[in-house]
């Protein structure tokens, strides 16, 4: 009978287990964009935000938002009009709607997302956002934002600021995020480069995360949620303003 009873209570935990792991399975996956500002521009110096872009201003020593993308990649555009995603997948992003967002909110993504100058945050929202788990603009934002201050404010963007003109490495990035954040979070972070000559600069770091964003699930659980991903890029320089 205690035989039984054993393997009574051995399956339950098994079934237990697999639930827990359908569960997590089941939870929202997204990628965090979030890019080197200074890089960037050396490839986009014709736009807006690049032009007005100085060394003063704050997205020149940390990182700002591209974007927060549900996964897998294909979803996208979740009940958007055509002729809407028509105007978003095209580049004109002017005549797409503009987000419903509090003033405060604007004013917030002003800063941490230069590339409102030319109208990237309607893009993000009808491409990304409208896939979001709480599908509203002032939610989806108040989301990223939160989740972009975390990490600036973890000593990654000081650790950026400290190697300005130097080459920084993946491992580097990566170790910072275990610090920050615990052991296991730097698997989740793929670092972006892009060749500029004979210089190869550090772009974007894109970070995996599983599970309740909308509900304030802290930034370190988010990320130990999600799978590892390769280190992408092995190192790159960080870029200083003014360069390209």
């Known amino acids: 009978m205690r035989a039984v009873r054993s ?3 051995f399956g339950a935990v098994i079934a237990l287990t697999a639930n827990m792991a359908t569960a997590r ?19 986009a110096a014709r736009k807006p935000e690049c032009k007005s872009q100085t060394v003063r201003r704050s997205d020149a020593g940390q990182f700002v938002l591209h974007g927060l993308w549900p996964q897998p ?35 917030e993504l002003d800063v941490a997302m230069p590339g409102r100058q030319s109208f990237l945050d309607r893009h993000e929202w009808v491409k990304h956002g409208s896939c979001h788990a709480v599908p509203q603009a002032e939610i989806y934002f108040r989301d990223s934002l939160r989740l972009l201050r975390t990490i600036n404010d973890s000593g ?4 950026m600021r400290d190697n300005i003109g130097r080459r920084m490495s993946a491992s580097e990035i990566r170790a910072r995020f275990d ?9 989740r972070v793929g670092v972006a480069c892009r060749e500029d000559g004979d210089r190869r600069l550090i772009t974007e770091l894109t970070i995996g995360l599983r599970g309740d964003i909308p509900g304030g699930t802290p930034l370190p659980e988010l990320m130990l949620g999600a799978p590892p991903v390769g280190r992408g890029c092995p190192d790159g320089i960080v870029d200083a303003v003014g360069q390209q």
Do not use: H, M
């Not at 990654?156 to 650790?159: D, F, H």
């Open 7 to 9: 393997l009574a209570l």
């Open 179 to 187: 610090e920050a954040f615990g052991a296991g979070t730097g698997e």
């Open 25 to 43: 399975a089941a939870e929202p996956f997204y990628i965090l964009a979030i890019s080197w500002q200074s890089a960037f521009c050396e490839f």
């Open 73 to 107: 990649a294909r979803r996208q555009y979740c009940n958007v009009p055509g002729d809407v995603r028509a105007a978003s997948a095209s580049g004109r992003w002017r005549d797409l709607p503009a987000p419903e967002l509090t003033p405060e909110t604007k004013a």
């Open 156 to 159: 990654l963007a000081e650790l």
